[in-house]
């Protein structure tokens, strides 16, 4: 193997970093739904309401999560109580983009998807 083929494998390597992006479901649907259905911003409840099957300690932890990574800032309205919003940061409005191909190609190619057998850890209902 060449360096350069080595470098392709290695555990930190750019694929697999991206692949590791989408190992947590809920990373990519609050990208795709802030895009999509929020404009890049939402309040914490409309997010939760806008994804069905997803607990409110999820949600919140992985918008920690994101918004350590950088993907989506954090905004808190000094109102009582406290109105929190999320907002996709430029970073996060770059990550859209694949995540928006993912789900497209999903959408095409649903057919696919309904002929794969059922996997132990599928939520979806025959």
Same mark, same amino acid.
């Given at each position: 193997m060449t360096s350069t083929t080595q470098d392709e494998? !290695?555990?930190?390597? +750019?694929? =697999?970093?991206v692949l590791e992006l989408f190992a947590t479901?809920?990373?990519?649907m609050i990208l795709h739904t802030l895009d999509a !259905?929020?404009?890049? +911003?939402? =309040?914490?409840g409309?997010?939760?309401r806008s994804l069905p099957g997803i607990s409110k300690k999820m949600l919140t932890q992985t918008l920690r999560d994101m918004e350590a990574s950088g993907f989506v800032s954090r905004h808190v309205q000094g109102t009582i109580p406290p109105a929190v919003e999320y907002r996709l940061?430029?970073?996060g409005q770059r990550f859209v983009e694949p995540v928006e191909l993912?789900?497209?190609?999903g959408r095409?190619?649903?057919?696919?998807?309904?002929?794969?057998?059922?996997r132990p850890t599928?939520?979806?209902r025959s």
């Open positions: 494998w !290695r555990e930190d390597c +750019a694929p =697999r970093r479901k809920w990373t990519s !259905r929020h404009s890049g +911003a939402a =309040r914490t409309v997010l939760q940061t430029p970073l993912l789900y497209g190609w095409d190619n649903a057919d696919a998807l309904d002929q794969m057998g059922e599928s939520r979806r």
